[in-house]
């Protein structure tokens, strides 16, 4: 059994950066798993925001294109996601999931607050 945690969030200005930051408080990430990031805004489904595979490539939802970026650090079993020029529309809770062969695992969610 795999336990992911994200770490990150915070509040922050509308322009600014956060980086949130995803790993295995119990097991590991694999580096053969794809690490994608979600994010739910109260009242809203859960929406995509990037993906990251084991061959580094990455795509992301149209919403973030240009400002987000996703990463992982095999060594380290470590997914990141580095937010620039933040907007308030990205005020959600922001989730983590590692899926491969072995299983599919998501974290609890990390909170992001963008203020106008």
């Known amino acids: 059994q795999v336990q992911l945690v994200e770490s990150g969030g915070g509040l922050v200005q509308a322009g600014g950066s956060l980086r949130l930051s995803c790993a295995a408080s119990?097991?590991?990430?694999?580096?053969?798993?794809?690490i994608s990031w979600y994010r739910q805004a109260p009242g809203k489904q859960r929406e995509f925001v990037a993906n990251?595979?084991?061959?580094?490539?990455?795509s992301y939802g149209d919403s973030v294109k240009g400002r987000f970026t996703v990463s992982r650090d095999n060594v380290k079993a470590t997914g990141y996601l580095q937010m620039n020029n933040l907007k308030p529309e990205d005020t959600a809770v922001y989730y983590c999931?590692?899926?491969?062969?072995?299983?599919?695992?998501w974290g609890r969610g990390t909170q992001v607050t963008v203020s106008s």
């Open positions: 999931r590692s899926r491969g062969s072995l299983g599919d695992y």
């Open positions: 119990v097991g590991t990430i694999s580096s053969r798993n794809t």
């Open positions: 990251i595979n084991s061959g580094d490539d990455t």
